[in-house]
């Protein structure tokens, strides 16, 4: 069973169509995890039937009982956060300011305050019309997005991929260089970096790059939008062989990306052209490079 | 010499967990005695963030002399191994634990 | 635009890549034409808005964290610390303390609980700020060290910094982060008013009524961009329209667009359509914010 990470640095550069591509693409051998949990929507295009559900915690925040409290206002002397106000002589949490770090709960002096896990959002196990099994998730409004939610939709995907004995896992990787990257990251057997020729495209490609490159493991490119702008396209190029990625293709700036997603469907199922020529060309090639023994 | 291994199983036919601070369990084989002993980490899993360094910590409380693991730890669990006297072995990840230490006897495995 | 109020703009959007910044560095550079004005990128972890300027650098700054530092001499090796710290951050392996100054939220728990006063608050530097200057436009922006993961104390630092120094420009423009999770709720809690920039797509739609739910939540007056306008369909549109929420502007989609954008060229003055858009975004924010303030 390998590991299939797609990430992008940057938000917008069609890493979840091209990731939903491949789930088709490799249809029945593929379970795929979307671990782009801050802004999930990969489930728009493989139509889940969201068959199993469950909340899932994650960090804490304090909670006082009132009936307890002796309105010393220790709790908001110590906090750094300004998480805990004096409102009318009641010491009031704000969810949205309180850290977890329990600093409050460990100096009241009648241990009124106690942490409480924090409701971060809910994880979905879904058959989808590859005729395989998504592993996702939704995370709530200003909720903390952790490392943790993001292992926990791999683990899940993974033990889902050993008792069917799928070949692939496909993990659509979160956005930014932040923990929920290296937890998407972290075990993964091959990496796909989607970028476009932008300022900002290689610029966040290098970034992130600078991450995958500390956990050892082997990457492929893909530039989209690759005819919008020669320049930056080759200044891309040129990065990838000094950096020894290997470039699995080019694909053009076509609005099929687009009218595809409005029908619901990939850009394989919708495009029987050139893109889908490009898509399975490049699908078949990492399919190569991580079954390959190095 | 001890060596520990980050595994997502019990035995010697398990496979390495190519993670470091997430991974299921450590596995610890003693070449002297010839035992292996099992240490349970899947409580890291209700860590949001500092994974690897919890796990850093339950490694030094085993002090092994070699560690073998997949992609090899991040960044904290890297300065927190400093402070442990043992050789790091990455790349071992696709292997079941005994394949990886026929690896490591044959010197094929790579130092982090 | 008789009445001075100060009046500070956040820009924000769901889903990244729905053109966030290029709305955010062609408005500010727009009202830079006429009048000062302040642009703050609080997307710390990928700044991108500086990209499309070549400001005189005015002012560079360290952001700085506190965490704490182990005074060995002092340590009895008691174990508390780790014991309060719920971050992970000090561990004691064996006769030493490590402190990791990624994980630290600052808290101060095992720097003041720590019976010896072996653990004293430092500082340490967590990214930099910098300050822009070009013509009427101020660009501020802050960039966190890759690994670092306080984004939140970041954003809120640099509002501070942008607040102290250009707080009597009469607009202040905010980039936020993309997604909904806390360092958004950071970036516009103290906003005035809140432009969501969407695409007409299901996927700009879907991350679209996530970020219009974080702004109900926020009780901040709000309005959408739809970028990109005539690719996808109409359900965008339609959703506004049921949710009664007005629709600012309608940027035409087209390549020539985007290879000014990929090439870091400001749109509106290529574009006369572009500009009347900004200029009826600008109108409608400066009512909105009257009409509240009354």
């Known amino acids: 069973m390998k590991e299939i990470v797609i990430i992008s640095g940057k938000g917008g550069t069609g890493k979840t169509s091209i990731t939903a591509a491949f789930s088709v693409l490799g249809g029945q051998d593929v379970v795929v995890a979307d671990c782009d949990v801050d802004a999930a929507d990969m489930h728009l295009l493989m139509q889940p039937d969201f068959d199993f559900s469950e909340d899932f915690y994650s960090g804490e925040t304090a909670y006082i009982d009132q009936s307890n409290c002796i309105r ?43 942490n409480k896990e924090r409701l971060a959002g809910k994880w979905f196990i879904s058959n989808i019309k590859t005729g395989s099994i998504m592993v996702h998730a939704r995370l709530g409004i200003g909720a903390d997005n952790s490392g943790k939610l993001v292992a926990k939709v791999k683990d899940e995907a993974k033990e889902i991929a050993l008792e069917e004995r799928k070949d692939f896992i496909l993990v659509d990787g979160s956005p930014g260089v932040g923990c929920p990257v290296v937890s998407s990251l972290s075990g993964a057997n ?53 950096e020894d990625i290997l470039h699995l293709t080019d694909l053009p700036y076509d609005e099929n990306f687009t009218n595809a997603m409005t029908e619901g469907l990939t850009i394989v199922e919708f495009d029987h052209g050139l893109l889908k020529a490009l898509l399975t060309d490049s699908w078949e090639k990492i399919k190569q490079v991580v079954s390959s023994k190095k | 010499m001890k060596i520990a291994f980050t595994s997502t199983g019990t035995t010697w036919d ?11 369990y450590i596995v610890i084989y003693d070449e002297e005695s010839q035992e292996l002993s099992v240490v349970d980490n899947s409580a890291v899993k209700n860590e949001a963030h500092g994974a690897g360094t919890v796990t850093s910590q339950r490694i030094f409380d085993l002090k092994p002399d070699v560690l073998i693991t997949g992609n090899g730890p991040g960044e904290n669990a890297a300065t927190a191994l400093k402070h442990i006297k043992m050789k790091i072995l990455v790349n071992a990840h696709e292997m079941t634990l005994r394949q990886a230490y026929d690896h490591y006897r044959n010197g094929e495995l790579k130092e982090k | ?34 009048e000062e004005v302040a642009l703050v990128d609080l997307d710390v972890e990928e700044p991108n808005s500086g990209l499309f300027f070549n400001g005189e650098l005015f002012h560079e700054e360290e952001n ?63 990214g930099v700020l910098r300050d822009f200057k070009l013509n009427k436009l101020h660009f501020v922006e802050s960039r966190l060290d890759i690994g670092e993961e306080q984004a939140v104390s970041t954003i809120s630092k640099t509002k501070k910094y942008a607040e102290k120094n250009y707080g009597n420009a009469h607009i202040t423009l905010f980039d936020s982060p993309p997604g909904t999770s806390c360092p958004v709720m950071e970036a516009t809690k103290d906003a005035d008013f809140v432009m969501l920039v969407t695409e007409p797509t299901p996927f700009g739609l879907h991350d679209l009524s996530l970020a219009v739910e974080t702004m109900r939540a926020l009780k901040k007056p709000f309005g959408v961009v739809v970028n990109r306008d005539g690719i996808g369909n109409n359900a965008v549109v339609e959703y506004c329209e049921k949710e009664n929420i007005h629709l600012m502007a309608r940027i035409p989609n087209s390549r020539k667009i985007a290879e000014l954008y990929s090439s870091g060229k400001l749109i509106y003055r290529e574009i006369p359509a572009v500009k009347m858009a900004l200029q009826g975004i600008l109108d409608y924010c400066l009512e909105t914010v009257e009409g509240e303030r009354k």
């Open chain 1, 72 to 114: 010393c206002g220790k709790c908001a002397e110590v906090c750094r956060f300004g998480a805990i106000q004096d409102k009318n002589k009641l010491f009031i949490v704000d969810p949205l300011s309180c850290e977890g770090c329990g600093y409050c709960a460990r100096i009241c002096p009648t241990n009124t305050i106690v």
């Open chain 2, 14 to 24: 398990s496979m390495i967990d190519p993670r470091f601070g997430r991974t299921e």
């Open chain 1, 190 to 242: 091959f990496v796909v970096l989607v970028t476009e020729p932008s300022v900002s495209g290689l610029h966040d490609l290098k970034r992130v790059y600078e991450l995958v490159k500390k956990f050892n493991i082997k990457a492929g490119c893909i530039i989209n939008k690759a005819d919008i702008n020669p320049v930056k396209c080759a200044e891309i190029k040129l990065f990838l062989e000094e």
């Open chain 3, 64 to 126: 700085l964290k506190m965490i704490p530092k182990w005074n060995e001499s002092k340590c009895t090796l008691c174990g508390i610390c780790q014991k309060v710290c719920n971050f992970h951050a000090v561990i004691q392996l064996g006769p030493s303390i490590i402190v990791f100054p990624e994980l630290c939220h600052s808290c101060y728990a095992c720097s003041e609980l720590c019976p010896v006063d072996a653990l004293p608050m430092v500082s340490k530097k967590i």
């Open chain 3, 1 to 34: 635009m008789t009445n001075r109020k100060p009046l500070k703009i956040a820009i924000a959007s769901g889903k990244g890549g729905t053109g966030k910044t290029t709305l955010s560095t062609n408005l500010a550079a727009f009202i830079a034409d006429q």
